[in-house]
């Protein structure tokens, strides 16, 4: 096991092997585990550690920023998701659900439409998946959907969906903010008892700060 502590950023990364990493899930909204693809934990990154009460741990390596201490997710090829669309009518629109995300559904005025809300509502649902610490269900092929008799004469088709838009991985970002801002920003953080890192992920993710 090696521990890595990124002063700047108060994030703590925890290696616990060296085993490719095919799957991340997010515990919470600071701490987040990779797993292997057997299943087996291979690391943890925890935001805001110091903050958090996660340290003081034994480190064995501090460094003053983050870059290039964590490896890739080794599956980053491009998920496909099959969507099966009901073709419109006078009074209907087209209608369209995703079978390996089960709640998961969208509507559209035209046929572009309708496969174009599917990708946001896909987004949506594997983020909020994601938030809730929740396994993301892999895409089947069509061919395992077809038969099924609730969507007989329905059209199908394949959305494409960018891991990099659900990726938990922690990267090093600039912002450009007027100073007042910033000011205001970090007062608010420290009020908070938060890193100015760990203050804007809760605001993003829409939790009460």
Sequence with gaps: MRTTYCDDDDILVIRLSDKPITREVSQDWN?????????SAVEVVVLDARASGA?????????AACEAIRPQVTEN???RYPISIEPDDDARAWGVVVPDLPGCF??????????????????????GLL??????????P??????????AGWIWAVVEIDPAMLDNQVERVNITLPR????????????AGETRSGY???LALGERV
Excluded: C
């Design 142 to 151: 069509v061919s395992e959907h077809q038969g099924r008799p609730e969507f």
């Design 77 to 79: 090829a491009a998920m």
């Design 31 to 39: 701490t987040h585990v990779s797993y292997a693809a057997d299943g």
């Design 200 to 202: 804007i992920a809760r």
């Design 180 to 191: 007042r801002v910033l000011s205001r920003l970090d007062r608010a953080a420290r009020a």
């Design 131 to 140: 938030d809730d610490g929740e396994d993301i269900p892999p895409p089947r």
């Design 106 to 127: 969208s509507a559209g005025d035209t046929l572009d439409e309708a496969i174009e809300q599917a990708r946001e509502a896909i987004v949506l649902h594997l983020d």
């Design 55 to 63: 340290l003081p741990v034994k480190v064995a390596h501090r460094r």
